[in-house]
């Protein structure tokens, strides 16, 4: 989670605003070290050790998330799987000159990928496959921006906003009543924005093409992967999503990702705010 | 009679819960934002409410209800 | 494994609109599930985790055209202290001091000059509360003592909720036992008179929507013992006094104008006689840095007790039957307006002002005449209160 972490807290006194941002920060930084994949003490690193052997023991709330990961793949028809991430062993974004992979080296990823094939109960997961991986990533992050926001609000904090990394979780209004006003990036123009949202009491999470990617032959190739074809979402430059819980606009922005032409109907299937831009930089909004 | 208008009271009240039943559309636990603000709970300030009901026992005839085992007092 | 191409993926995407709702609603149910996503607020009934402290004084002041009569003056205190996850315990002081005369009640006067009126009130109560998974019970006992009126009560609730926690029921019972001690009477000295009361309460609470709630109970009350007033002359009542009441609230929240509008309406009915309508509504209006403003407006009409006798005295009266002149128990409307400010401060500490203005008529009465020959009773109390939460 190297990127920006924010908490704004108002309308309360400082020692207070301090207790409850330092709570929210440990959180964040417990849930950080507890599922990342980079750390050998993880229980993500221990899960993807035991691939191919043993089942693993997992708490309530590993077991809690696994499930949230279940219903997203259920609901995205499979584009959204935590199992995907092993597709970075062919899509090297930092390599220098670029390449894409042949159909071959992901047809040999293709026993490793499937949420569907990995055993899991309310206690134990089991990856059947050597060499398969789970990567929390596409949910670990919202998941902490949802809970640093409750653990201010169980605090007091009336109005506060939570920022891991663009993924924004507002408690409450701004103090003065109004509702918070946040900018959605321009996807070609990091320090350009393209719209601006207003959040009461809601989150909204942005996936776009332009967070890791590569350009070859006029091409761009970004790192949101579909695990079905093992290549990257190209049909739209970054979808946007207002929902209720950091987690679910993060969930619903990335299946809108790898959704194709069929992202506005999912979209206002779930009935959230949304803002889509697409490969030529047009805007579609929910209204 | 008294009796009978009670009875009365006790089913229109329960006819009006229940007919409330049928048209709800209860709210799923995140869409209880608003129902945590203060100003939607009945029991919001317990002393104000304690404080006010014995002011009006005080003037009127028989005053109370939604609370058992207050006590008496000699105001009435 | 799954598709290969795009094309396939559209293809199969052909489900029936419905199975692809309950996954959308499986979805938000998992995330909604995952520890620490919902405030503790938002389930509500599970023990409350905040401490509260509370001070709120009441200045009270009655008058009838003319007369000044009575002044109170109350200042009270409220605790509120979890002791563990599932244990609260809360309780409250209150103390009256008295001064002025008493109600007249009448504009003929009958040689009943009013009681005595005890120069203070204390009051002490205190609750126990234990949540267990989908229920909670909760002990209480309260005490009060006046100068020639003592009273014990002791009470128990039993509440429980639905699994979704949008319905809960409760079950009541109350006991008191009350003395009256009153030296001077003008009934000649009353006593050590007991009173015995018991209540009962069947109670439910209904969210109907995201920004609405409903609560409703009934409550009988039994009371047996000495229900007259040993400082009104020739006061004679039932022994026996059964109530039934019929309470309703209905709070609803008004996201645009961020306000909440909160109705009220009681019916009760008195083996006395004095039947009562009682119709309340406020409109909380949160304002700009931490203001909240409450306009109340309250309306009750009641009938007399069947043995309420209009003045002047002797008219109606019996020797050796029920009788009684107290205004209280006579036929009449009643309206109360109030106002009150409260504010959020810094530290968690909320302030709050309200004033309230009450005048009773017997002319106000709805649905029939009101008794006559009443002086025009009106009533104002302030309220200061204070109250930290940590």
Redesign the interface.
Known sequence: MASVHEIHLCGTDRAHAERAAHDAIADVKRIEAKYSRYRDDSITSAINRAAGYEAVAIDDETASLLRYADRCHALSNGSFDITSGVLRRVWDFKRQPPRVPSQDEIDALRPLIGWQHVEWSDDHVRLPERGMELDFGGIGKEYAADRAATICRERGIAHALVNLGGDVRAIGSRADGSPWRIGIRHPRNADATIATITLDDEAVATSGDYERYFELDGCRYCHLLDPRTGMPADHWQSASVVAPLAILAGSYATIAMLACDRAPAFLRAQRVRFLLVDKEGAQIASH | MRCSRSIEALLTALAVIALAGCTLQPPKPWEKGDLARASMRFDADPLETKLTQHIYQSKEGAGGGGTVGGGGCGCN | ??????AT??A??TES?KA??E??A???????????????????QSAP??RVI?L?Y?D?R?WQPGVDRMSVK?P?L?AFVPLSDSLTV?G?L?YDSVSGASPLYHDAVSGASGRGI?DY?S?A?AKVTKYFGGSSLAV?A???H?Q??I???????WRTWSD???RTYAI?????K?R?NAVEGVNAPVLDQP?E?Y???L?????????S?????????D?RGY?SDPYKLHDARPNHR????????Y?R?F?AP?A?L?LGY???????G?R?HMLEASW?Q?????L?LTPTIRY?T?AA?HFYRDPPFPQGFVPGGLYTADE??SAFG?VTLGLRVAK?L???LTIDVAFNA?R?RGDWRLGGDGSPGLAK?S?R?I?F?L?K?F
């Open positions: 494994m799954a598709a290969t191409s795009g993926f559209a199969t995407r609109p692809s709702s996954r959308s499986a979805l938000i149910l998992a995330a909604l599930a995952l520890p620490g996503i919902l405030p503790a607020a938002a389930l509500a985790d905040e509370a709120r009441y009270y009655d109350s009270s409220y809360e409250s209150v005890g009130r009051a109560d209480g309260a005490y009060s006046e020639d009126y009273s014990r009560a002791a009470s128990v609730e979704d926690r949008n009541g019972f109350g006991a008191a009350d009256i009173r009361t209540d009962y309460l109670g439910i609470t209904q969210v109907l929507d995201a920004a709630v409903v609560e409703s109970s009934v409550t009988w009350s009371g229900f059964r109530i039934f009441a019929w309470l309703t609230h709070n929240y996201a961020g909440t909160q009681r019916y009760l009915d008195d083996s006395f004095d009562s909380v949160a304002l700009p840095y931490g909240t009750l009641q007790a209280r128990l009643a959020e810094p530290h968690r009450y009773q009773l009533a109390w309220e209160g109250a939460r």
